[in-house]
Nanobody, 127 residues
Framework: QVQLVESGGGLVQAGGSLRLSCAAS????????MGWFRQAPGKEREFVAA????????SYGDSVMGRFTISRDNAKNTVYLQMNSLKPEDTAAYYC????????????????????WGQGTQVTVSS
């Protein structure tokens, strides 16, 4: 069983920055493929970013490319999402996800690719 706890959400003005953190339990964290997703009210959960266990592979959703950066610290069992140049349309609940199954691809962008989810942290961007 893997537990994921997100933090770092909040209210920020457009153009500002936030850094989200996701702390994971489990000794095998360094082998997990990690992802970030977001969900706005009335919309489907949307892929934001993902990263392989080594950091060799990173992928981003089109709407955040060039503004968001995913990173991880395996020694701290933590994955981060640095969000810059925030826009009102980035407003959503942000969820951390872990894939514990064997990974053979460089990118996993579907909610079905992940096995465990955090409870989410709210990000609100005001105009």
């Amino acid at each position: 069983q893997v537990q994921l706890v997100e933090s770092g959400g909040g209210l920020v003005q457009a153009g500002g920055s936030l850094r989200l953190s996701c702390a994971a339990s489990g000794r095998a964290f360094s082998t997990y493929f990690m992802g970030w997703f977001r969900q706005a009210p009335g919309k489907e959960r949307e892929f934001v970013a993902a990263m392989s266990w080594s950091g060799e592979y990173r992928s981003y959703g089109d709407s955040v490319m060039g503004r968001f950066t995913i990173s991880r610290d395996n020694a701290k069992n933590t994955v981060y999402l640095q969000m810059n140049s925030l826009k009102p349309e980035d407003t959503a609940a942000y969820y951390c996800a872990a894939r514990t199954r064997f990974s053979t691809r460089a990118a996993y962008q579907s909610t079905y690719d992940y096995d465990y989810w955090g409870q989410g942290t709210q990000v609100t961007v005001s105009s």
